[in-house]
């Protein structure tokens, strides 16, 4: 069954994606189906999706990635997760250059079920590219701050995690009231201590 693919696209760039198919069954009588000799391929990153001519595509093995958990850096897997693994790294170095102390924007983690989730302690202070993650079921899913305004903040969903889960109640890509958002953020705080 075809999952993570590799693939050209028109400006001869290599891109990951996961398959979704011919067509797109949004739950209700309108469906998007793919053109002939096309499919439809969920972004890598941003869920962002793409019709891609089929025989472009091709299939990568899933392996599980290996970590080396003294260091918590990626030491092998296939090149979806390590495309995925080197993103991620290169959000949080942005989020870090957005600025330093708990006031601008602080990641940090807390043990969860079997893995660990991240969060961005934001205390008074919102930053545009700031990444933060919220708990779902085993994982966690990740955001990206993309607009900041006296009251609102936007937001973009990147899949950082390997099971690809989006929060429910956050969604993909929306705005929403900083004090909803500091509400998610200053749980996390409270679990590790931070006040």
């Not at 053109?35 to 089929?54: P, R, S, T």
């Not at 929060?167 to 929403?176: A, F, K, Q, R, T």
Request: proline share 2%; hydrophobic share 35%.
């Amino acid at each position: 069954m075809r999952y993570k693919v590799k693939y050209e696209n028109s400006k001869k760039e290599i891109c990951f994606g996961i398959f979704l198919g011919k067509i797109i069954d949004h739950g209700s009588p309108e469906e998007d189906v793919a053109k002939d000799g096309y499919v439809w391929i969920e972004g890598a990153i941003n869920g962002e999706i793409f019709e891609v001519l089929a025989k472009s595509l091709e299939d990568i093995p899933n392996k599980l990635p290996v970590y080396d958990r003294d260091f918590e850096k990626m030491i092998s897997g296939n090149e979806f997760d390590l495309f995925v693994y080197k993103e991620f790294q290169r959000e949080l170095e942005n989020s870090k250059k957005v600025g330093k102390g708990f006031k601008v924007g602080k990641i940090f983690s807390t043990n969860v079920a079997d893995g660990e989730a991240w969060y961005i302690k934001v205390g008074k202070c919102f930053k545009v590219g700031k990444i933060f993650s919220t708990n779902v079921a085993d994982g966690e899913a990740w955001y990206i701050i993309t607009k900041v305004n006296k009251t609102m903040i936007s937001y973009e969903w990147r899949c950082f995690s390997l099971d690809r889960w989006v929060d429910p109640m956050l969604g993909y890509n929306e705005s929403i009231k900083k004090v909803h958002l500091n509400g998610y953020i200053q749980s996390a705080d409270f679990e590790q201590g931070y006040k």
